[in-house]
């Protein structure tokens, strides 16, 4: 948004309410609106200190800032807002227009540069003169009185004929349903004809870029992330599955039999005391194998994949969903995915696992020995499939590698919200409101809205085939059963 032009919209607006003597009878007596126009003013001093902001050559805050002290005959304090945006300005100014348009019966197309403004005039037309309070004050206890006149008029019950109770309960029930339908008829009537914001027309695309990339981007990640939860799963699986007993291992290895011996650490009487008495099974990552633990660690790392999969291949209702992935999906996938990573490190190489293995054995048994050590383990390479579970697991490290990178790009790259396209959406709904209210038609602007189609391909066979697979047939009633007999 513009500031210059912000701040002359500000300046034609205070000039017209600084010179309608009904808004200015409205601002001595309505606080709420005292205080917006205040407001809009500590926003010319804001647009002037931060945004060097002016009118035909000449600073205006202070002019119409003498001009309200001048009418409300108060003090008022006017500065400069701290973290104030020109968005945010604008909305003061259109919120402005609402206000005055909704209390009264301000239009906006009184709004303009119809005539040249001066600061003089301004300081002169600020002044109201008793006479005019007095008049507007007498205007309102009229107007007042008059409507309390006809609330008890209508409120008077009938008491021609009949019983009098009667004739009173009828006439207050009369009264009650009477007010019911001038309340909520209007009401209804109002909320049915208030128009729709444009920002929830799908044709509204509040994004500052549309890469035409993306569509083959989202598909090429939630591919790759899809992928790398299936090598995630299988190389986790192949890893666990490699499960042996300590004793077994010695035995198959044949030369380090001495480890049989080794102590426990902590033993206690009655319990496991050497190495050859343990009786667990265990996996290369030096933990128990199978069981529970493992369906839960698989259905970790499905989750990322499958809310990948869904944000990326769903179909776009919109250009919204179209040209951009949603953020929460991919700060999710990056979290999972990176614990995904170091979780499953400790396989990445024959040296992570053999250095898990030596703090296992250091931990557990006082007997241990360093040298005995290194010959069961190259004896380990050798007997059970290490390397392969290494090199499983360093392809998934690549595809999970791959995922984050995209991940990470496509946060980088995504489209980011367009504030002047927002602020204008905001304002186009402001003046809808207006227009409304006044009994007018409003269209808002088509520049708004992008022409692009979404175009919704037909199903493929498969999704027919899976949608009919699972679709329930109806049952035949007997009648029909009789028919067919």
Not at 19 to 42: A, G, R
């Amino acid at each position: 948004m513009d500031s210059q032009k912000v701040y002359q919209s500000i300046i034609e607006l205070l000039t017209v309410l600084l010179k309608d003597e009904k808004l200015k009878y409205w601002m001595l007596k309505d606080e709420k609106f005292q205080k917006q126009t205040i407001s809009l003013i500590n926003d010319l001093v804001t647009l002037e200190k931060e945004h060097q902001a002016s009118f035909e050559g000449q600073k205006w805050a202070v002019i119409f800032g003498k001009a309200v002290v001048l009418l409300t005959d108060q003090k008022h304090r006017f500065q400069r807002l701290d973290n104030r945006d020109v968005d945010a300005m604008y909305k003061d100014y259109t919120d402005l227009i609402a206000y005055v348009a909704r209390k009264y019966d301000f239009k906006q197309s009184q709004i303009g540069s119809h005539h040249p403004i001066h600061q003089e005039n301004i300081l002169t037309d600020a002044k109201l003169s008793s006479s005019t309070i007095d008049k507007f004050d007498e205007q309102e206890r009229v107007k007042s009185k008059a409507e309390e006149i006809e609330k008890n008029q209508n409120g008077e019950p009938e008491a021609i004929g009949g019983n009098i109770e009667e004739n009173v309960q009828r006439g207050q029930e009369s009264e009650h349903q009477v007010n019911q339908n001038n309340f909520f008829n209007p009401l209804q009537q109002s909320l049915a004809d208030m128009p729709s914001s444009p920002a929830s027309d799908p044709r509204f695309y509040p994004y500052s870029t549309k890469p035409k990339w993306m569509p083959i981007f989202k598909m090429v990640l939630g591919i790759i992330g899809i992928i790398s939860a299936i090598v995630l799963i299988a190389a986790n699986a192949y890893a666990i599955s490699v499960s042996f007993k300590l004793n077994g291992s010695v035995d198959k290895i044949g030369n380090v039999d001495t480890m049989l011996g080794w102590l426990i650490t902590g033993r206690k009487d009655g319990s496991w005391q050497t190495l050859n008495d343990v009786t667990n099974n265990y996996n290369l990552a030096a933990m128990g194998s199978g069981g529970f633990l493992s369906i839960v660690t698989f259905i970790f790392y499905a989750i990322p994949a499958i809310y990948l999969g869904y944000a990326c291949f769903a179909r776009p209702k919109s250009n919204r969903e179209k040209y951009r992935i949603s953020y929460f999906a991919l700060f999710f996938t990056i979290l999972f995915f990176a614990l995904s990573i170091i979780q499953i490190y400790r396989f990445a190489s024959p040296d992570t696992l053999k250095h898990g293995w030596k703090t296992f054995y250091s931990n557990n048994f006082d007997s241990y020995n360093e040298t005995t050590f290194n010959t069961w383990w190259e004896g380990m390479m050798r007997v059970y499939p290490v390397k392969g579970v290494t090199i499983f697991t360093d392809i998934s490290l690549a595809f999970l590698g791959i995922t984050l990178a995209m991940s990470l790009f496509a946060l980088v790259v995504n489209p980011r919200p367009d504030r002047n396209k927002m602020v204008k959406a905001n304002a186009e709904y402001q003046q809808a409101i207006v227009a409304t209210m006044q009994g007018q038609s409003y269209t808002y602007d088509e520049s708004l809205f992008d022409n692009d189609e979404i175009v919704i391909k037909n199903k493929s066979k498969f999704r027919l085939w899976i949608e009919n697979f699972f679709k329930h047939k109806p049952k035949k009633d007997s009648s029909d059963k009789n028919d067919n007999n």
